[in-house]
């Protein structure tokens, strides 16, 4: 599968954003998804995912209750809504999928199958 992302931009703290993830290839929906973000000088960590069986969830403690993670299936997408962005979000963002892996199992890196390009998000104070 590839994956496309998209969205990224600059925007003011206490702003939001919203990603996009466009998958092509055949089986989307055996995919869990997730997103990953890396910042300069950082490792890439992760940050929220969503299971390809029940749609559950999965979030960094950073992140929740600002971002949600959502897919729709028959448009092969997965979204990233970012509310109340901080400095410290700034970040390329990468958006992930694995083939029938929980949304737990997504958070590891190594377990991911497949990976997109960045989107850059900057977030200004």
């Known amino acids: 599968v590839q994956l496309q992302a998209s969205g990224g931009g600059l925007v003011q703290a206490g702003g939001s954003l919203r990603l996009s993830c466009a998958a092509s290839g055949r089986s989307f929906s055996g995919y869990s998804m997730a997103w990953f973000r890396q910042a300069p000088g950082k490792e890439r960590e992760f940050v929220a995912a969503?299971?390809?069986?029940?749609?559950?969830?999965y979030y960094t403690d950073s992140v929740r209750g600002r971002f949600t993670i959502s897919r729709d299936n028959a448009k092969t997408a997965v979204y990233l809504q970012m509310n109340s962005l901080k400095p410290e979000d700034t970040a390329v963002y990468y958006c992930?999928?694995?083939?029938?892996?929980?949304?737990?199992?997504?958070?590891?890196?190594?377990?991911?199958?497949?990976w997109g390009q960045g989107t850059q998000v900057t977030v200004s104070s």
């Open positions: 969503i299971s390809w069986s029940s749609g559950s969830t």
């Open positions: 992930a999928a694995g083939w029938k892996i929980t949304a737990q199992d997504m958070g590891v890196p190594y377990k991911v199958h497949y």
